[in-house]
């Protein structure tokens, strides 16, 4: 069976899962628009996943993009209040506060 072969059967088989195991290993590579895109493409399919939204907020953290990072943590945090992925996105969330100007990607420092 070919690796194209597999993937489509992995994916038919729980694509939001695969989709954020893909970006979980792009993310481990630095890979971060990569990353954020498969995080996408499993909030398509499973729009209140938010185990997907975290690691979408700290995928654009870490790209830079660190208003982007408070909406997704930020949603994560409204669909699961008190469980494990709001969690992980209230204290990815009080990072980005502890983070001073000057430490801030360039397109959200401040002027």
């Known amino acids: 069976m070919s690796s194209a072969t597999c993937r489509r059967t992995v994916q038919s ?10 970006g979980t290993i792009c993310f481990s590579q630095g890979r971060f628009d990569d ?3 498969h995080y996408r493409q499993a909030l398509k399919s ?12 700290e995928s654009q953290m870490f790209r830079g993009d660190c208003s982007a ?4 943590l930020r949603r994560a945090c ?3 209040p008190k469980g494990p992925y709001g969690t992980l996105a209230r204290h ?15 397109q959200d420092r401040p002027v």
């Open 69 to 72: 990072a408070r909406v997704s």
């Open 46 to 57: 499973s729009p209140c996943n938010a185990y997907a939204y975290a690691l979408l907020g």
């Open 35 to 37: 990353a954020i895109g």
């Open 78 to 80: 409204d669909i699961d």
């Open 92 to 106: 990815l969330l009080a990072l980005l506060d502890l983070l001073p100007p000057e430490d801030l990607p360039s």
């Open 13 to 22: 088989a729980n694509q939001p899962d695969t989709e954020i195991g893909l």
